[in-house]
């Protein structure tokens, strides 16, 4: 239990690879989500996105490293997927990147701080703090999940598995929330007492992680 899953290529793409596949089944349910508080999107957004990230994972110009990657992951997602989260969920992918550099592996202190580069590029763009019922609500809880676990010197396995709990309790706990961001604040009140599409999506993310690491 305790051999180190080193954070590369192969790993980078798995990840990829899980939530692509989770967002593709899961497509109708965010959307049904996103009807209830927005304008029944969020899904349809979502695949189109991770659809066109899938065409340029390989060939010539694949990515030759974990940091190029998740920065095409970004891109993709910015110039695709559009609406709220495309630049949101664009920009976290980019940060990431961006944080891990060019190198072949990283090891998990580096992996937690791209992760943390990535909610802090949300936030950044986005302005939302926790409780405001996006997908910070899911996001915060997971890194400091990670960096919890990371830091007690769990292995990766372990420290993503608490990450994937922790992301699907704070989706769950947006649902007695009343939004202060995005298009569901427009609703005031009345977006109480549904789930938050993005915080839902942001729990797939970090589950379709925990899946990669364990499969690797
Ligand atoms: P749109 O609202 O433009 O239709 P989507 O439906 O794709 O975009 O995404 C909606 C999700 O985006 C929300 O459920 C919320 O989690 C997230 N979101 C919206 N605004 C913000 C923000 N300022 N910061 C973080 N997340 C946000
Ligand atoms: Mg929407």
């Known amino acids: ?5 080193p954070v590369d290529l192969k790993l980078a793409r798995a990840w990829i690879g899980e939530l692509t596949t989770a967002v593709a089944s899961e497509k109708d349910h965010l959307t049904a989500l996103d009807a209830a508080i927005g304008d029944a999107d969020h ?6 996105g991770f659809t066109a990230v ?8 694949a990515p030759t490293s974990p940091g190029k990657l998740l920065m095409l992951v970004g891109r993709t997602l910015i110039s695709t997927v559009g609406g709220a989260s495309g630049p949101l969920y664009g920009t976290a992918f ?3 990147g961006k944080s891990l550099g060019d190198e072949s592996a990283v090891d ?3 992996f937690v701080a791209a992760v943390r580069a990535g909610l802090d590029g949300v936030r950044r763009l986005g302005a939302a703090a926790e409780g405001d019922k996006t997908m910070v609500d899911a996001y915060a809880p997971a890194l400091a999940a990670l960096e919890e676990a990371v830091g007690a010197g769990h292995p990766l396995a372990t420290a993503v598995k608490s990450a994937a709990h922790a992301a ?4 769950r706990a947006t649902v007695p929330l009343q939004a202060r961001k ?3 604040s427009y609703l005031g009140a009345r977006s109480v007492g549904h789930q938050d599409p ?4 942001t729990a797939l993310l970090f589950a379709a992680l925990q899946r990669a690491v364990e499969g690797s």
């Open 43 to 48: 899904g349809v957004n979502l695949n189109r």
């Open 94 to 96: 980019r940060e990431m």
């Open 1 to 5: 239990m305790s051999r180190q899953v």
């Open 54 to 61: 899938t065409g340029k994972l390989d060939g010539p110009d």
């Open 198 to 201: 993005g915080a839902t999506s």
């Open 108 to 110: 998990d202190a580096a």
């Open 168 to 171: 699907d309790d704070g989706a």
């Open 182 to 184: 995005g298009r569901a």
